[in-house]
């Protein structure tokens, strides 16, 4: 990974569905930017998912980019109140309306480098979206938020148990679903590789990320 960040082993051999899935199902399984703390953790608490493993998986807003209008709700007709003034009069000159069409950096402190500043940005009031700032704000994760922002080494550590936790979610099993030759593309015939990969060779196989 060239921006940096954890790596870890994840198990090898999950059967994927055979269908890609929808926009729909999709969009229903990730929170909207404008979801407060309580949403986020009903959301993830029926996946199996702690408050640690939440905060841990937002940390991944370390890089990539945010649309405006995921935003521009913080900052129009009134500004948030847990934002920097400073922060958010640098995102009115890139979002000077509530419906432009540009985007910004998540991070503004390491912007193209998987580390911890995510978390340092949301105790100087600078999560970009209301999922990120929140996190800060609620008591129920303020100390985590906290702990991972001083701690680099912990923040990866929680980050690679909640990604390894995520894997496991909805996992078929016996002939349902095939194990893809290719992670990202369904195979290209209706055999997969579960009539050539044993079960025995499947349980238990590690792999670096």
């Known amino acids: 990974m060239q921006s940096g960040g954890p790596q870890y082993d ?11 899935a929808t926009q729909a199902a999709t969009i229903a399984n990730i929170p909207a930017p404008t979801s407060n703390t309580t949403t986020l953790l ?6 199996n998912l702690n408050p640690t493993d939440l905060v841990a998986l937002s940390g ?3 890089i990539g980019r945010g649309h405006c209008a995921s935003f521009t709700s913080r900052l129009y007709p009134t500004q ?13 000159v890139t979002c000077p ?13 390491t912007p193209k480098k998987f580390d911890n500043k995510y978390y340092v940005d949301l105790m100087n009031h600078q999560g970009l979206f209301t999922s990120d700032q929140d996190l800060y704000t609620d008591k129920r994760t303020r100390g985590i938020v906290t702990r991972f922002a001083v701690n680099q080494s912990l923040s990866f550590e929680k980050f690679a148990v909640a ?13 349902q679903g095939e194990i ?10 209706d055999l997969g590789l579960w009539s050539v990969v ?5 349980q238990g196989r590690l792999s670096q990320f």
Not at 10 to 20: A, E, Q, T
Not at 42 to 47: A, E, N, Q, R, Y
Not at 97 to 109: E, F, G, H, Q
């Open 10 to 20: 994840i198990p090898l051999g999950r059967r994927d569905s055979l269908n890609f």
């Open 42 to 47: 009903d959301s993830f608490s029926k996946k």
């Open 60 to 62: 991944a807003h370390t």
């Open 80 to 92: 948030d109140p847990t934002m920097n003034q400073y922060f958010a009069n640098s995102l009115k």
């Open 97 to 109: 309306t509530s419906n432009t069409s540009n985007t910004t950096v998540l991070d503004i402190r």
């Open 163 to 175: 990604m390894i936790k995520m894997g496991q979610l909805n996992v078929l099993t016996g002939k």
């Open 180 to 189: 893809r030759t290719n992670c990202s593309a369904r195979n290209g015939n």
């Open 198 to 202: 044993g079960d025995d060779q499947e």
